[in-house]
């Protein structure tokens, strides 16, 4: 990758850093002149614009021809006050550009020196050079505004970055709309006004959306009435739509468009929304009955029955990001129990991290099924994440029932609720039931499913080891936890919090090593150890000391790690450090004597198991 050859292989310098040995490489490149390095700099940088589709225009020579994103009518490259000649895009560079188009000073705009560009811009062309600096006066213009109707613009950074995008000489005016258009939900009059319009709508004290919006304008007019009448014209027209949207998708119910999902493609090898929906329902259900009993079920049944219908709606066809608001919107002027009709919107979250999560059970058990349902089948079909390609959001779907299990800290284990998964897809799958395939289908398809739901959980703990480490635990901590192959994910953060803070005691290391070491020797060990400890074989005092502490320890810990107090089971394995620095100084375990040997590796077998109950401890040492 650095252009070498098999002739620098002497010349590498080897290197360790900790524990891991590097190569290091030293090569001196000769310099390139400005003009060189520049011209090749632009045409790298020109090269990589993510630039989807690009439209052709002629020069000015009437022949030629060049494919960019939009015309450009310009190029200066300055050193200092000397012109660098590089050329792009049919353009020779020079030290010529524009200002605003109706308030610049002076047209065109002749650059003294490179330093002098933005200062000039301002001065003379009536333009914000700097992106932040536009950014930061739009920001503040805004605020100003809002001050003065005692009201607060929506907060948007994607959408501020591309106002600023829009605008060389930003100017922030107030328009409003009629307030009957308020009646239609606010979810809908603020993306119609903030994606269509590029306005920043204004919210009470309360978050109420008011019938005022700000508008950034290009032009400072001496009467802006008539830049604020154009623009509040077009708003109005945009709002009826929407009005006409919402009006029209209620009279006709959610459940009457259920039927319509049969006939929207889901994905070519899984069929149509109706027959997701399908799954959704009797896994929403199954989970219901697992964290609620009947009652949850029925909701959580309910719920999942309807959560994508509002995908056929005017309103969710024209603004996609709708869907679920729009559904719960629907329910609730249908007469739907709130807990219903917000789990429609909320089984879609967490849609994006730090986002809020299902407010309620119904919401928890449709947003579970929801995201379960597309892992196994994206898995059973290959649909599997790649490198930086996620088309379906798996990771996040994945990463977002991370959340739901631990934040809600739900009583369900990973690893059964796959495996509940998948045999509700395979059921769904296979309506001819087992009996009537063969043996060898059986076993072939146990061997396939066992596979998906083996590579699902791996997918699952990758995800949550990049997340607990984006926390802040350390990367031991996090791999000393998730070592134990833990599924009810609820448990993760207090086994850390217990880690960190036995990591903090002084004897942590000292057992941390310990605790390796008696792992390495029961790895080696060929056979069966034994469960119990033979207490007339121990003869030296060093494992007599040890046995008694374990046993006096042993219903301790036992007792804080049943009540959930991971942090006192751990810290009580403090009084072992001196007990089994003395075993391993004075006492040797692969003694000759078959019966000794095997009574020490019990003695260790106890041992390892009381220090690894909550954690592995032996990824803590060094």
Known sequence: SLGADASVVPQLKRVMEGKTETLFWDSTVKGTPLTDGLQKALEEAIGKLPIPKVMTYQLADGWSSVNFVRPVHALIALHGADI?????????????????????????IVLHNADSYAQQLATEGAVIAGFAERRAEIVRQLNVAATKENLTPVDDDALLDEVTALVEHPNVLVGKFAAEFLQVPQECLILTM????????????????????????????????????GNERVVRSRLADAKFFFDQDRKKTLESRVPELDKVVYHNKLGTQGMRMHYVRAIAKMIGELLGGDELAKQAYEAATLAKADLLTDM?????????????????HEGLSDDVAFAIE?????????????????????????????????????????????????????????????????????DKLVQ?????????????????????????????LYQIRQELLIFFYERLAGSLRDQGYTAQEVDAVLSLNLQQLSDIP????????????????????ANK?????????????????DTGLLQEPAEQALYQTLTSLSSKTKEAFDSGDYTASLQILAALKSPVDTFFDHVMVNVEDESLRNNRLALLAQLHQIMNRVADLSKLAS
């Not at 928890?364 to 599997?384: H, Q, R, S």
């Open 346 to 414: 909320d089984h879609y979250k967490p849609r994006f991290a730090g986002d809020t999560l299902p407010r309620n059970p119904v919401g928890v058990c449709l947003a579970l099924a929801d995201k379960l349902e597309t892992l196994v089948n994206m898995f059973k079909i290959g649909e599997v994440p790649t490198g930086d390609k996620d088309p379906f959001a798996l990771r996040r779907h994945a990463l977002g029932i991370i959340r739901i299990l631990i934040e809600k800290d739900l009583s369900l284990e990973l």
């Open 194 to 229: 903030k994606a269509n319009q590029k306005y920043f709508p204004l919210l009470d004290a309360q978050g109420k959306l008011a019938n005022k919006f700000l508008l950034v304008s290009n032009i400072r007019p001496t009467d802006p009435g008539l830049v604020i009448g």
């Open 316 to 332: 969710v066809g024209e603004f996609p990001e709708l869907q679920g608001i729009m559904g719960r919107y629907y329910a609730q």
């Open 517 to 533: 070491r008696v792992g390495n020797i029961l790895k080696k060990t060929e056979g069966s150890i034994s469960d119990t400890v």
């Open 494 to 513: 207090k086994r850390l919090a217990a880690v960190r803070a036995f990591a903090a005691l002084p004897e942590s290391v000292s057992l941390a090593a």
């Open 420 to 448: 509940r998964v998948i045999g509700i897809t395979e059921d769904a799958d296979i309506p001819e039931k087992w009996e009537s395939r063969s043996p060898d289908f059986m076993l072939e398809q146990y061997h396939t």
């Open 84 to 108: 660098v000649p590089v050329n792009i895009l049919g353009l020779q560079a020079g030290r010529e550009t524009q200002g605003h188009r109706f308030e610049a000073k002076v047209n065109p």
